[in-house]
């Protein structure tokens, strides 16, 4: 397991997945802040309303996406020149290879969220606000990295299924925008590309607090384990014909 | 013609389709969701309330969906390594135009649908005005237009990169400053082109705080903007010709 790890991460160590890491994330935090500083007569609540125009949209249309893109690039090699045998024919379960790419997707999520919130922290001290940074806001990263984890595994199967680059990313995007229909009636722990942006709270309809973060910790579970066993499953059954 | 026909081969079983039906079912339960609420002001105004949401929700939609068709389009040519082959067979031209082609066929479609689907959800809603025929055909020309241009931008970067991570990530980025720039001032939205679907759009609105009504109003047509697409689109197709045909597969 270690060494599918291993090249997993080399898969994605010198890729251009790093740019799209580092630029997206960038886009919401300096236009959040422009629309921040535009709209301060309105905005009164200092790092809570930096919080909503930072995270206004990046929930539901633009960090799903963005973890399709880094799924997708992970399967991407084993759809080409018939890689598929190479991995049946090697002596380790494939489904190692689909914990590995979960793995490191994870990684690159959790990496996101702490990118997201040094940008929030550094946007903040920048436009000079001065009370104290809010800690409840390391827990909305630390449930939106959980959301977004469930968002992976999910088009990790996908992007595992459907050979085509671009069309699980095409998915993730539509998952994400019909989270705002389901969060709006209430539903986001129902639907599980909407616990990304409820995790983050971030001018979400349906919001998360102490009273149902119990229950989104086991959305998130149920999620994972229908993805697993899913992938389990299809790596069972797939044979090199589909080659 | 023949490169056409060739392109149309190579896609036939890649259910292309399902892309633009997609996007079309996407943005149709959108819409049934967000008007399904209406009261008789938002009846009344029904018609400018569509033109002012869709041109919003192609920002968000449009630039991933060029994003996805382009990259489909060319990955079909980088993943059998066929580009090299298709040179010595046909016209470099022929394979760059063709290309265009089968993308704006997709486009158009899809734009299409989307007038479909305003005149369906107008009728189904009961809207009571009459639909305002001249603006609706205005919507289908911009929108068009911008998505051409979008998949111009979008087809250049997957011919040249054969990493379709890069393309797929400026087409996001480009989903996001579009959104975002609509919330700029005028001038500062006109500098990206994502964000042309929202600049060219001919319904603004009035939102009181107060009493929570929403009032939209007819802007003039921007012509301006048009010329400005048609530019880019221009320019960005010489440019990517020109950088296609120097590219060594």
Redesign the interface.
Known sequence: MQIQIKTEWIKIKKSPIWLIFFLIPLIPAVMGTFNYLQNLEILTDGWYSLWSQHTIFMGYFFLPPMIGAYSAYLWRLEHFNHNWNRIFTMPQPPLHLYLAKLFIVSLMVFLTQCWVGLLFFISGKLIGIIQPFPAEMLVWLLMATLGGIVIASIQLCLSMVIRSFSIPIGIALMGGVFSLAFLARGWGLIFPYALLAMGMNGNTPQSLDYGNIFFFLISCCFFECISFIFAWQWLKRIDVQAE | MKSIRIEWRKIKR?HFA??VL??LL?LL??QL?STSRMDETDLIQGWMGLLYQMPLLNC??LP??T??LA??IS?IEH?GNTFSMLRLLIQNRSIYFAKIYLGVFFVGITTLGEVMMMLMLGFLRGFITSPPWGFLIYFFGYTLLVSIALYLFQLLLSLIFK????P??IS??G???G???L??PGRIQEFFVWGYYGVLSNVRMNWDAVSRIIDYYWTPLNWGGIVVIVAFSIVITALGYRLFIRKEY
Request: aromatic share 18%; no cysteine; glycine share 8%.
């Open positions: 890649k399902l892309v997609g996007t996407l339960f959108w969701w968000i939609v991933i969906m994003g996805v990259s489909r990955d993943k990493n379709q991570l890069i797929i990530g996001i980025m989903s996001f400053i959104l975002f720039s919330y700029m």
